[in-house]
């Protein structure tokens, strides 16, 4: 008996496109931002991408014994619910804002972005309209898209997820750089509005949207005017332009600080030298209707709301008294809203001391 020659059947060979990575798509979503990354040349960068790394001439920033000041950060679970929503035109400036917001806290100019878009799928649209709002927060921080990278990572992330990460370098004199050593009791405490929640505490958010029953889709129950989604999609303010007009003006400005995740308690401490604590009078702020409607809807206690959201302050400057009111004409006259809020103090025992009501 004869064995039956065994058949093999036929298959055409894989493809990267085949494995879900489209090269082809890749290249032509460069082609098409490159519009937006031109919008955002300025002195140093020419606002071209394309090659294996993003030049910036150092010279041009000016500067007589420049050191370079550089921070990296990302949009968190925000980007949730851009996904949840599809609005994906604000997430961007977030991202700019969360990186040049911690380089102008050192007396840094921003000079260049670059961005990390990571995706499941490549969908062009989506990605341009990101693309559009990284290009937008770099505008208005004044800095250059220097290029960046996008990663097609099927099995990575599913569906439409994706994620982003920024990174910013900026420059300063060595003798401008911030927090200066000289704080001391008395000196002023200055609070900057926020725009909203910016981009922290979103895992709380979140939640508390999932408990409540709300529909991103729905109109917001603090503001009528728009859909629950874009409203908790408020950019983070970029607080780069007024500052630098402020630095410029004014010598008073000691130290400032990013209010962040952590809040008040957690951020203002890292700007204040050993023995300096602050007092911050809760009754100076004015929280967006957002934060009532977080504190009432998740009942979530005072002390919690200060520690994960800015609570309507998003800045802080420690400024010397005489200064005070100069810097904040300064800062007012280019559309930033300041409060006097608080005043250094010899530290006793916190760092960070509240008194007086929190509005919400």
Same mark, same amino acid.
């Given at each position: 008996?004869?064995?039956?020659?065994?058949?093999? /059947?036929?298959?055409?060979? $894989?493809?990267?496109?085949?494995?879900?990575?489209?090269?082809?798509?890749?290249?032509?979503?460069?082609?098409?931002?490159?519009?937006?990354? /031109?919008?955002?040349?300025?002195?140093?960068?020419? *606002?071209?991408?394309? @090659?294996?790394?993003?030049?910036?001439? #150092?010279?041009?920033? %000016?500067?007589?014994?420049?050191? #370079?000041?550089?921070?990296?950060?990302?949009?968190?679970?925000?980007?949730?619910?851009?996904?949840?929503?599809?609005?994906?035109?604000?997430?961007?400036?977030?991202?700019?804002?969360?990186?040049?917001?911690?380089?102008?806290?050192?007396?840094?100019?921003?000079?260049?972005?670059?961005?990390?878009?990571?995706?499941?799928? #490549?969908?062009?649209?989506? =990605?341009?309209?990101?693309?559009?709002?990284?290009?937008?927060?770099?505008?208005?921080?004044?800095?250059?898209?220097?290029?960046?990278?996008?990663?097609?990572?099927?099995?990575?992330?599913?569906?439409?997820?994706?994620?982003?990460?920024?990174?910013?370098?900026?420059?300063?004199?060595?003798?401008?750089?911030?927090?200066?050593?000289?704080?001391?009791? *008395?000196?002023?405490?200055?609070?900057?509005?926020?725009?909203?929640?910016?981009?922290?505490?979103?895992?709380?958010?979140?939640?508390?949207?999932?408990?409540?029953?709300?529909?991103? =889709?729905?109109?917001?129950?603090?503001?009528?005017?728009?859909?629950? *989604?874009?409203?908790? $999609?408020?950019?983070?303010?970029?607080?780069?332009?007024?500052?630098?007009?402020?630095?410029?003006?004014?010598?008073?400005? /000691?130290?400032?600080?990013?209010?962040? *995740?952590? =809040?008040?308690?957690?951020?203002?401490?890292?700007?204040?030298?050993?023995?300096?604590?602050?007092?911050?009078?809760?009754?100076?702020?004015?929280?967006?209707?957002?934060?009532?409607?977080?504190?009432?809807?998740?009942?979530?206690?005072?002390?919690?709301?200060?520690?994960?959201? %800015?609570?309507?302050?998003?800045?802080?400057?420690?400024?010397?008294?005489?200064?005070?009111?100069?810097?904040?004409?300064?800062?007012?006259?280019? @559309?930033?809203?300041?409060?006097?809020?608080?005043?250094?103090?010899?530290?006793?025992?916190?760092?960070?001391?509240?008194?007086?009501?929190?509005?919400?």
């Amino acid at each position: 008996m004869t064995d039956t020659p065994k058949t093999t /059947k036929s298959r055409e060979g $894989l493809s990267y496109r085949d494995a879900g990575v489209d090269i082809d798509a890749g290249n032509a979503f460069v082609e098409a931002i490159k519009p937006l990354v /031109k919008s955002t040349e300025r002195p140093g960068a020419d *606002g071209t991408i394309g @090659g294996f790394g993003g030049i910036f001439d #150092l010279k041009a920033a %000016n500067l007589d014994d420049p050191v #370079l000041v550089a921070a990296n950060d990302g949009v968190g679970t925000k980007l949730k619910v851009a996904i949840e929503s599809g609005v994906h035109d604000t997430v961007g400036i977030d991202l700019v804002a969360m990186c040049v917001n911690d380089l102008i806290v050192q007396g840094a100019e921003p000079l260049f972005f670059l961005d990390y878009f990571a995706t499941g799928r #490549l969908d062009a649209e989506q =990605g341009a309209q990101i693309v559009a709002g990284i290009a937008e927060g770099c505008r208005q921080a004044g800095c250059a898209l220097l290029g960046g990278e996008t990663a097609e990572m099927p099995g990575m992330y599913s569906g439409g997820d994706y994620d982003l990460a920024g990174f910013a370098v900026g420059a300063a004199e060595r003798t401008a750089l911030l927090p200066r050593g000289d704080v001391v009791p *008395g000196d002023v405490v200055l609070g900057i509005a926020s725009s909203g929640i910016h981009s922290n505490g979103f895992s709380l958010v979140r939640r508390i949207v999932e408990q409540a029953g709300a529909g991103l =889709g729905d109109p917001a129950p603090f503001d009528a005017e728009t859909t629950l *989604g874009r409203a908790l $999609l408020e950019p983070t303010r970029i607080y780069v332009k007024a500052i630098r007009a402020a630095l410029r003006e004014t010598s008073g400005i /000691k130290a400032l600080a990013h209010i962040t *995740g952590g =809040g008040i308690p957690d951020n203002l401490p890292r700007v204040l030298p050993s023995g300096m604590a602050v007092e911050i009078d809760l009754s100076a702020f004015n929280p967006q209707p957002v934060f009532s409607w977080l504190a009432q809807e998740g009942g979530v206690a005072r002390d919690e709301m200060l520690r994960t959201f %800015n609570c309507g302050i998003g800045m802080i400057a420690i400024v010397a008294p005489d200064d005070a009111d100069a810097i904040i004409a300064s800062l007012e006259k280019n @559309g930033e809203t300041v409060a006097r809020i608080g005043r250094i103090s010899p530290q006793e025992d916190q760092r960070v001391n509240f008194f007086g009501d929190l509005a919400l």
